[in-house]
Nanobody, 126 residues
Framework: QVQLVESGGGLVQPGGSLRLSCATSGFPLEDYVIGWFRQAPGKARVGISCISFTYNTISYDDSVKGRFTIPKDNTKDTVYLQMYRLKPEETADYYC???????????????????WGQGTQVTDSS
């Protein structure tokens, strides 16, 4: 049974940093893609970053490029999203999602994924 559990959200000041975690179980991570998404109040869920363990590739949306990273020191079953220089407008619920890798996989699209975590909230504290 595929399971994803996010944690690490909280209050953060503008310009601050947070590290989100996505604990995984029930599937072989090396055959899957992990995507990170966020959904701001009243807005659609959008993809911000993703990692393919099959090909060891990472992608970022332009909105977070240079500020967010998926560290290479992910533990075997947990994937992290390190966020730097957070902006007030990035207050949102953050989700991880997973799906088995396939050719032409659109890893920043919500439609590519069947399995989702419950989300963790990141809130601007200013």
């Amino acid at each position: 049974q595929v399971q994803l559990v996010e944690s690490g959200g909280g209050l953060v000041q503008p310009g601050g940093s947070l590290r989100l975690s996505c604990a995984t179980s029930g599937f072989p991570l090396e055959d899957y893609v992990i995507g990170w998404f966020r959904q701001a109040p009243g807005k659609a869920r959008v993809g911000i970053s993703c990692i393919s363990f099959t090909y060891n590739t990472i992608s970022y949306d332009d909105s977070v490029k240079g500020r967010f990273t998926i560290p290479k020191d992910n533990t075997k079953d947990t994937v992290y999203l390190q966020m730097y220089r957070l902006k007030p407008e990035e207050t949102a619920d953050y989700y991880c999602a997973t799906e088995r890798y396939r050719e032409k996989f659109a890893c920043l699209s919500t439609r590519s994924y069947r399995y989702w975590g419950q989300g963790t909230q990141v809130t601007d504290s200013s």
